[in-house]
């Protein structure tokens, strides 16, 4: 592997990075919405139907429309988060409600 020159920290920075990752054998990392690091998601901000506090969740795309359970991020409450997508992939609606 060759080094960087001494001018772009950046490249340096993934260098070392790639040779720990091979020293202990660790995979990549892939982040939400980094191309193609696999399934479509996108991080939404939800608002708790149980305690109205507003926080960030990262939501699957890849199914088109879909319903799940998850807990609110402050208070803990189940609730339902359903959603939509448009004809190119893109979430298109989100709500959530109590679960129950």
Known sequence: MSRP???DPLAAAL???AAVDELYGLEPV???GGGDAGTPTEIV???CPYCGETFDTLVDLSSGAF???EDCQV???PMELTGTTDE???LASLTASRSG
């Open 5 to 7: 020159s001494k001018r």
């Open 75 to 77: 208070c803990c409450q």
């Open 67 to 69: 319903s799940y359970i």
């Open 30 to 32: 892939y982040e939400p």
């Open 45 to 47: 901000a939800v608002t």
């Open 88 to 90: 190119s992939g893109a």
């Open 15 to 17: 260098v070392e990075s």
